[in-house]
């Protein structure tokens, strides 16, 4: 009786659980809009007004955001954009348009895009669109039509601002820029990039720069959440700090030396050669048969456990490691040359390689002596 | 005022009432009264000399006040015998803008003024009165009286002889006293009236045939009657007809038309909208071709002087006739009645300075209007191409006397018919007659009206284009011939409020696109680009001249003022007549599309680059007759580069040209431009004559906002002078000290939530907007990194130091992260780690790196000078 009761509870509680987690999980994956902004309530007042004066006061504004990866310009704009859009009178006055530096690779692509959702193509019919000199000055013609007072503002939103920096000459920069510096229509020219040198080019010289700058990366914070909170379980029902902590070493964890793990020891002895190839010649690239000789060396003079592999045995090991991209070859690999004197560099570090020896399961303890002591046996 | 547009719906007869008195020197039969009889109203309206009368303009609304002087009939002027000499009144609105100032107050909306100008046209077609009205003469301080506000009713009270405006003199203020005593009574004496048999009837038994014969181009019809009358014209025509039917129909056009056309209009209309897609493209497709042909056409002709495009351009006033419906613009032209010699002036305007203001008014008011393209498209096709041709503007005489021939001699067939189409036809007749007139007999008095016309006539071409600017644009959203149309951003549904604090207009006036009346501090510059151009101008020369500056220093603004002063002076005739073009070499995606624009702006016609290239050559170095000149502002001038300099070489040296008339002016930011990148035969071609913009001090800048923020106490005395010497100090740049200003009063307005608080700049929040504005981003953004972030660069810093290389390879910027957090005794972040951190920098451009895939070998660089990173690592 009292069993099953439990076992009931732990359904429900299972629920309950599973319920919390999803709920959770959403709030990490999806950014939704509606949250709350912190650290940014300065900016956001700032921006907020921006647009406003734009949307109501035909005013034309430029505007920069500037912040590392993951630091929350994207959802700022979005969240402006829809507390704009929730005043009515706004809502009906203003046209967006959402370009990505990514998305739209060239000015012409751009152009086109901005037609579109400025819906002007409907003037156009479904004709193929012109030329781009043409749609250069259709775009122009028809953004220089307006003025302050009559014409519907245009927001322009560039996402990887950057990339539009790149384009040829900068046309379309250069005139959205001179449109919000003259009498025509108003525009409000919203940029996000993490790039901080934009400010030197030539014509975005004059874009005002507001700094957005957020010191951590917050998606990188959703995923550790994320990975915290799937080891909560019926039986585990409280996150704790040393789940945290797991989870924290899970993210920060070195891939490579997670590769060396699983490692054959023959193929760890040839990275012990090459680190002490390295010592040795001081970070100068090595060949295989470089390699080869220093295996033998320590196979024949120190070597109790580890067994004189035949060359074509450790070559294949060698091309193994290559593989795995814990060695790389200076030059291409042309069909001609020989592997064997290829020259090639290691891309572990001497801590990581240690690190890794010191994790790896059964390692023989010669081979762990040889790793420490590079000179020593000479 | 709507009362008064009536001519086309409500015809008017005009009859002489009483005996002729017959005048000897110059052989008029002088009238003192004529009756006008509004058709469907039963009482005609006499009017006396010495009445006040409304007389017909080019803009129905207000149509040109004048006193009548005398009536007479003239058998000399062959469309319109009876005329009338009057004295004019001038509308305020009618004062060139430039001047209108000099009233120095706020006009009433009924005041007229004395035109005191004798060199003015004042005989008139007495056909264009149109009825008599009331003008009281007040005393300079005299308040208009509010009781007599009657629409009809205007008041005078000083004269203005296109220089100022002066105080009526005495004896003209007591005959003008007088004279408004006894008009109202000759208002109401209603007398018999005679009919009026006299008016020109222009539909001909020719085209009654033709009308029967209903063949399927109304423009073989209207051409034929040519036939028996000259036999050059009719080769010729002839020629157009077989080979050219657009081009023959364009020609027709000039004739009278039959309601023929009128009607087949909306079949063909109609037509064309089950196939407009197709029909656009075919067009095209003809337009390009027909020019083509009209050159070749040009070729085969036996005489060099009968070139068809211009003949087709002269003619074009009157195509715009047929396209009256769509633009209410032309509807206003057209639907006038202007006496003879009026009329000639505007087709004289048209001819010569067909681009006005940089406005373009007439030649657009016709290429623009999609839905007229559109249907006529169908029926006539070449439409467009009337437009074309009409901007090659070049006069044609001897053909046009030629066609005015025949025209005469259509007149006496026609006589005695009946005058259906009388109105319409009018114009039509009266241009050819009048320029032909003027060819015949240019004396120095014909030559002296035209300033008065000038002013008249042009203005209203003027009008519509600057106050209703978004007018056309609207309609052609609707249009489906996106070809010529030139779309909008839809307008705004709610108005814009007017600002409401001090903080807001000043925010206003210190926007970068609010454009001041005048430039203070290039006075200089501007006088010595105004002479240049003025100079040209006069001399009917051309020349170049390269202006260099760096960015926000004014030099594209200083050009665009000169060109708007220049313009105004052209108006008032104080200047010859050009033409203005702008082309941006950023607002173009490759430096050949510069031929289209320019191509596009002078002539409105559509060509490839190679073939733009071609045509403008032909136009500035081959055409010998005379033309108006050509003013061309080429800003950015550097994007114009190609490697073989081509696009600059053709700029430069189409003004070398004697037929040219071209004035370049070219904008660019390097000083050295020509040196640097110009091959010698094309800096040599640009010439001497250089000016380079120098950045503004800190006391102009000063001078600059405080004309921005004349009369209005936003910011304090100090504020400016900093920001003023600070800009100065950096860049001089205009624009940016103007953004300056603008960020501290939003700075200021957020700081002052309470709405009570006067809200005065100060120093503080100017110094808190340069900060902002001058600020390094790196420096912040090091600041705010995390402390991996921050660790990696120290550990960059290090590796340079013990390498002495600004440059190292992520393994051994790692090895000394390492070292240096075990210094300190933190945990060490693991490879991968430090890869996500240096890729993240590398994103911000704090870092250059290689791409990744070099792993461990990647090479990295400080983006940042090693002195910035410190100081802002020490910083905590």
Known sequence: ?378 | MAPYHTRQKIRQTYSWIGRPLLDRKLHHRTYTEICVKIEGCSTPVHIQVGQFVLIEGDDDENPYVAKLIELFEDDFELHSKKRARVQWFVRFSEVPAHKQRLLGRKPDAQEIFWYDYPACDSNISAETIIGPVQVVALAPDEVIPVDLKNEKIFFVKLSWNEKKFRPLSPELFAELEKLQESSPKCQKSVEAMTKNIESPAWTTTEQVVKRIESSHSASKSRQTPTHPVVPTARKRLELGSLTFPHLSCLLGLGFPRTPHTKISQPTSQASLDSSGRTKRKVNFSETTSQTKRSHLYRSEMSSPALKTPEKTGKVQPFCAKDVKKASPKCCMILRTRVPALKTTQINEERTLTPVKGGQRPSVPSVVLKPENIKKREAKEPETQNQATATSHRIRRRSSLLTLNRIRQQLRVLENNKSDQEEEEFLPTAEVSDSSSEEEEASTPALSRRNTRCISRNLRPFLKPSIQTPSKTPKKMAKSRTPRCATPQIRSRNLTTPEPASMLEEARLRLHVSAVPESLPCREQEFQDIYSFVESKLFDRTGGCMYISGVPGTGKTATVHEVIRCLQQAAQANDVPPFQYIEVNGMKLTEPHQVYVQILQKLTGQKATANHAAKLLAKRFCASASPQETTVLLVDELDLLWTHKQDVMYNLFDWPTHKEAQLVVLTIANTMDLPERIMMNRVSSRLGLTRMSFQPYTHSQLQQILGSRLKHLKAFEDDAIQLVARKVAALSGDARRCLDICRRATEICEFSHQKPDSPGLVTVAHLMEAIDEMFSSSYITAIKNSSVLEQGFLRAILAEFHRSGLEEATLQQIYSQHVALCMMEGLPYPTMSETMAVCSRLGSCRLLLVEPSRNDLLLRVRLNVSQDDVLYALKEE
């Open chain 1, 1 to 378: 009786m009292s069993s099953r009761k439990s076992k009931s509870n732990n359904i429900i509680h299972a629920e309950c659980l599973s319920q919390v987690q999803r709920i959770l999980r959403e709030r990490f994956c999806h950014q939704t809009p509606h949250t709350n902004l912190f650290g940014v309530q300065v900016q956001y007042k700032h921006l907020i007004e921006l647009l406003k004066r734009t949307a109501i006061h035909g005013e034309s504004n430029s505007v920069l955001i500037i912040g590392p990866r993951g630091s929350g310009k994207t959802m700022l704009i979005n969240h402006a954009l829809k507390e704009l859009m929730d005043i009515e009178v706004v809502s009906e006055n203003i046209l967006q348009v959402h370009l990505n530096g990514l998305l739209q690779i060239n000015d012409k692509i751009a152009l086109k895009e901005i037609t579109r959702q400025l819906s002007l193509e409907n003037v156009v019919g479904d004709k193929v669109f012109g030329s781009f000199a043409e749609n250069l000055s259709f775009l122009l013609e028809a953004l220089k039509k307006g003025d302050r007072t009559s014409s519907c503002p245009v927001i322009f939103i560039l996402d990887e601002f950057d990339l539009f920096a790149h384009h040829k000459n900068q046309t379309l920069l250069y005139n959205l820029f001179d449109i919000s510096q003259s009498a025509q229509t108003p525009v409000a020219v919203i940029g996000l990039t993490c790039r901080l040198c934009l400010s030197e080019d030539r014509s975005v010289r004059e874009v005002l720069q507001r700094h957005f700058n957020i010191s951590k990366n917050l998606r990188s914070l959703h995923t550790l959440l994320m990975l915290a909170l799937t080891r909560v379980t019926v039986s585990h029902p409280f996150l704790t700090a040393a789940d945290l902590m797991e989870a924290n070493q899970l993210c920060s964890m070195d891939s490579k030396a997670n590769i060396v793990h699983g490692l054959s020891v023959l193929e760890i002895c040839l990275i012990i050669a090459m680190k002490h190839l390295n010592d040795i010649y001081e970070e100068e690239p090595f060949n295989f048969q470089m390699v080869y000789n220093e295996f033998q060396k320590f196979v024949q003079r120190k070597a109790h456990s580890v067994y004189n592999f035949e060359k074509p045995v450790v070559m294949k090991a060698f091309e193994h490691l290559q593989q795995l991209e814990l060695i790389k070859p200076l030059e291409r690999t042309s069909a001609n040359s020989q592997r064997e004197y290829q020259l090639m560099k290691l891309l572990l570090d001497n801590t990581q390689i240690m690190n890794a020896l010191q994790k790896y399961p059964n390692c023989p303890t010669d081979v762990r002596q040889w790793a420490t002591s590079s000179l020593s046996w000479l």
